[in-house]
């Protein structure tokens, strides 16, 4: 019996120390989400903190290579090179 009485007081202890940890850790939960649930929108925290946002694409690269985004000078295609006189 003695060895009996020392199972279930090692179990309690047991016992004690995880719901000391889950505790612990459930206070840990609620604070990464309330961390998580804020963004510039509804606290005082700047834009450059909301970090990226998953439903956006990064912008696609324009067509033309290299030069892409660089306008081209002169007259535009298509057209006559008639100037008023």
């Given at each position: 019996?003695?060895?009996q009485a020392e199972l279930i007081a090692?179990?309690?202890?047991?016992?004690?120390?995880?719901?000391?940890?889950?505790?612990?850790?459930?206070?840990?939960?609620?604070?990464?989400?309330?961390?998580?649930?804020?963004?510039?929108?509804?606290?005082?925290?700047?834009?450059?903190?909301?970090?990226?946002?998953?439903?956006?694409?990064?912008?696609?690269?324009?067509?033309?290579?290299?030069?892409?985004?660089?306008?081209k000078h002169g007259k535009q295609t298509?057209?006559?090179?008639?100037?008023?006189?």
């Open positions: 019996m003695p060895a090692e179990l309690r202890a047991t016992v004690t120390e995880q719901a000391r940890q889950i505790a612990e850790l459930t206070a840990t939960v609620a604070d990464l989400e309330r961390k998580a649930s804020r963004n510039s929108r509804n606290s005082s925290l700047s834009p450059s903190s909301d970090g990226v946002i998953p439903a956006r694409k990064p912008p696609e690269p324009l067509a033309g290579g290299s030069g892409a985004g660089k306008k298509g057209v006559d090179g008639v100037t008023l006189t």
